[in-house]
């Protein structure tokens, strides 16, 4: 069910959310923590959505989504929209457009609705703050979470997260590449047991999960690591054997070849914003390996 609210206040929206719950019970009461997601555009609101439905079937919460609407109006005007059952997931989603100099007030009309003595949450699914902690929203959260990948320029974004950078920060481009990291690591876990002396990732351009791939690798190995575009793929150097991983671009099965032995195929298809956005909210701590990755991406040469 979707229910609009438009030209409304704070006070009046609870106390829809207070309605439908004792109306129907249509509203869980179990949730583990709130999440807030701020896109930039309309254009990324159902997108945006549609992976914290899926991504609260495992992690139930109350999800708050703030958008600008008009900023150019004169008048101040707060429209809502409250999504339950099938249309909100395992949770309740309120919408919330922010026109006139609302828009620049967000923290201060989502902080009515976010759950007691449960963590928050904060995700720009597009559009992100240079520094997300020192953002309004960001101060609400002790986990914020950006993605370089809808930047308009995403390596020039991937690359920023590291001045911007504050414990509790993360981006999906680094969980997109969770299991690409994690078959490296265990082809390197077999003999002969050598050190990497030069490592090589390519693909598509503006493909910032690669980059922080590379920035991973780089941070890891005391050798050259290079960002080419071409072939999806990473290929790892060590005396004895070359390993490569590689994947079509629309693929969804890879392949892992390593000097001297059988070809390996395995399943690897690219990874969704709400299967990233999912992973991200497992964890609530300071992701060190990832600043160490964003550390490392200045290390990486581009061909």
Known sequence: MILELPDTDTGAINKKIVALREEGGAIT??????????PDTEAMLEEAIDAANTASREHPCRVI???????????????????VGRDAGANEVVVLRLSGPLAGHASSVVTPFLLPDTPVVTWWPDVAPAVPAADPLGKLAIRRITDATNGEDPLACIKSRLAGYTSGDTDLA?????YWRALLAAALDQAPYEPITEALVSGLKDEPALDILAGWLAACIDGPVTRAVG????????????????????GVTA?????GRPEAHIPL????????????????DADE???????GLDKVVYV
Do not use: F, N
Request: net charge positive.
């Open 29 to 38: 009461l179990g949730r583990v923590l709130t999440l807030v997601v701020a």
């Open 255 to 259: 392949s892992l070849t390593r000097t």
């Open 289 to 295: 390996i990832y600043h160490r990755a964003l550390v």
């Open 65 to 83: 989504v703030v958008i600008p609407g008009d900023r150019l109006a004169t008048e101040a005007r707060l429209d809502a929209q409250l999504r």
């Open 174 to 178: 680094w969980s997109r590449v969770t």
């Open 231 to 250: 072939d999806l793929k990473v290929v790892l150097t060590r005396p004895s054997e070359t390993i490569t991983l590689s994947r079509p671009q629309t």
């Open 269 to 284: 298809a690219r990874r969704e914003a709400r299967d990233c956005l999912a992973e991200e909210m497992r964890r609530l």
